[in-house]
Nanobody, 121 residues
Framework: VQLQTYGGGLVQAGGSLGLSCAAF????????MGWYRQAPGKQRELVAT???????NYADFVNGRFTISRDSGKNTVYLQMNSLESEDTGVYYC????????????????WGQGTLVTVSR
């Protein structure tokens, strides 16, 4: 299984940016999917998660600015980010809790490679 991340880049403060992350490979079921970020010199932190039935959870700093969604038919999770601030700069990672069936049942949390989001003042 691989998670391929799309989007990211440079945006001015106050602007918007969309990220997407698609899972490919031997996938039986995808449970929770999420986005995390890591700012320079800081630990990786939760941004948002979404369950298989669409329940969402956001970090406090999101404050209504970001929206996480998913397309289960495409094994893809999205993050729409609005009103971006310089403090949102960092590498954004997606993850997915994936169950595979190949003789046996395997469940594992996979991570994408990360994409850099830079918000200029």
């Amino acid at each position: 299984v691989q998670l391929q991340t799309y989007g990211g880049g440079l945006v001015q403060a106050g602007g918007s940016l969309g990220l997407s992350c698609a899972a490919f490979g031997n996938i039986f079921i995808i449970d929770d999917m999420g986005w995390y970020r890591q700012a320079p010199g800081k630990q990786r932190e939760l941004v948002a998660t979404i369950t298989a039935d669409g329940r969402t959870n956001y970090a406090d700093f999101v404050n209504g600015r970001f929206t996480i969604s998913r397309d289960s038919g495409k094994n893809t999770v999205y993050l729409q980010m609005n009103s971006l601030e310089s403090e949102d700069t960092g590498v954004y990672y997606c993850n997915a809790d994936i169950t595979q069936v190949s003789g046996r049942v395997y469940q594992y949390v996979y991570w994408g490679q990360g994409t850099l989001v830079t918000v200029s003042r």
